[in-house]
Structure formats: structure tokens, C-alpha cells
């Protein structure tokens, strides 16, 4: 089993819809969790942060972390055109004084896209 | 924009021969990371540094060296590349736990 599993998608919505993006994980040590959002041929831009577990809001982008189902959502509300992008889930355990626990562990991405 | 900036952005190179990526920060953060990006296989980390002179090896380290001797410089080698490496390399930053940002990206490919 993969560390992270994300459903590659591709994912196609009309304009407005509520979109909704997961992944599950296996490492229960995780504890930092992060989507990214990727446009094609650009970096990743950082989307939402998270601590454990819980919610998180900004606009229209809510990220949820259940950590006793090892499983993280982002939901778009009212999605654009402008959304259409792929997007990565990311998390990390807490960092140790070498630092490898700054390392991420990344899902393979789900490419959206929103039609107009 | 998280002060990153990659060298070069593009490259075509033969099979056998040393490639040297430049990461570059204005940010004086601590850490610093070179990924790989491919079809497949999502984003993979190939070195990381904690500091100066500090670095360690990620998942597909193989082929590949890096090199850190100041703070805002970040080198990744390949010292003698192949077709396999062809792919698109990020740089990456973090100075919170867990957060990381990313560079524009070097597409590279290896005839």
C-alpha cells in the first residue's frame, strides 16, 4: 500500500459546481497536511495548510483532515474556469532535529477541470 | 512568488553528459529540496538540505548529487545523464514544519 493514494481523475465539472478532492494515507505519524494547486507547466502553489485534524476555510476552498479515517478532502465551492488545474495532497510528520520530517510525502495529483 | 528562482529553464542535453541545475532563494530559509516530476509518478524527492554543507538523500537519489555551500544556492548534478532523467526538476523551500514552496521548474531533456 502506498503511503498516499489519490485518485488521479481526470475530474470534469461544470462552472459552479461543489468540487470534491481526496486522498487517504497509511502513515499515521502524519500530522502536517497540505493541498497544492498545479497549473499546467508551473510549479506547485501552495493551497491550504493544515494542522491535524479538523477544517480549514478560505473563500471558497475548505480543506478537512479526519485523522481516525486517515483521509483529507479539499472542496471548491462555486467552482471557475480558472480552477482547472491539477491538484496535489501533501502531508508530513513532525519535524525532528535533523530535519528529515520537513520531507513531504505527495499524492500523484488529480487533474479538474472546469467548464465554462 | 516565494523568492525561487531555477537555472536554467529549459535544457537539452546528450546521454553522458554532466548537467548542473541552480536553485536560487532570497529568502536566507534553511531548508531546500530538488524534486522530480513525471507522468506516473507524481512529484519525488531527490536530495533535500537542512543548512550549509548539510544535505541527505530522498527517494530517487541515484545519479544525482547536490551541493550547498551558501545559504541562497542549491546545485543538483547529474554527473553523467540518461534518457531516464529526462523529466522536469522543482526546487523547493520551507521555513515553516510541513510547508514547502516551489520554483518555476527546469524541463529537461536527455537525447
Known amino acids: 500500500q502506498k503511503e498516499v493514494e489519490q485518485d488521479p481523475g481526470p475530474l470534469s465539472v461544470p462552472e459552479g459546481a461543489i468540487v470534491s478532492l481526496n486522498c487517504t494515507y497509511s502513515?499515521?505519524?502524519?500530522?502536517?497536511f497540505m493541498w497544492y494547486r498545479q497549473y499546467s507547466r508551473k510549479g506547485p502553489e501552495l493551497l491550504m495548510y493544515t494542522y491535524s485534524s479538523g477544517n480549514k476555510e478560505d473563500g471558497r476552498f475548505t480543506a478537512q483532515v479526519d485523522k481516525s479515517s486517515k483521509y483529507i478532502s479539499l472542496f471548491i465551492r462555486d467552482s471557475q474556469p480558472s480552477d482547472s488545474a491539477t491538484y496535489l495532497c501533501?502531508?508530513?510528520?513532525?519535524?525532528?532535529?535533523?530535519?528529515?520530517?520537513?520531507?513531504?510525502?505527495f499524492g500523484k495529483g488529480t487533474l479538474l477541470t472546469v467548464n465554462p | 512568488d516565494a523568492g525561487i528562482t531555477q537555472s536554467p529553464r529549459h535544457k537539452v542535453t546528450e546521454t553522458g553528459t554532466p548537467v548542473t541545475l541552480r536553485c536560487h532563494q532570497t529568502?536566507?530559509?534553511?531548508?531546500m529540496y530538488w524534486y522530480r516530476q513525471d507522468p506516473g509518478h507524481g512529484l519525488r524527492l531527490i536530495h533535500y538540505s537542512y543548512g550549509v554543507k548539510d544535505t541527505d538523500k530522498g527517494e530517487v537519489s541515484d545519479g544525482y548529487s547536490v551541493s550547498r555551500s551558501k545559504t541562497e544556492d542549491f546545485l543538483l548534478t547529474l554527473e553523467s545523464a540518461t534518457s531516464s532523467q529526462t523529466s522536469v526538476y522543482f526546487c523547493?523551500?520551507?521555513?515553516?514544519?510541513?510547508?514547502?514552496?516551489f520554483g518555476p521548474g527546469t524541463r529537461l531533456t536527455v537525447t
Open positions: 501533501a502531508m508530513s510528520p513532525l519535524a525532528n532535529s535533523g530535519g528529515s520530517n520537513y520531507k513531504l510525502t
Open positions: 529568502e536566507n530559509h534553511r531548508y
Open positions: 523547493a523551500i520551507s521555513y515553516r514544519e510541513g510547508e514547502q514552496y
Open positions: 502513515n499515521s505519524a502524519f500530522q502536517y
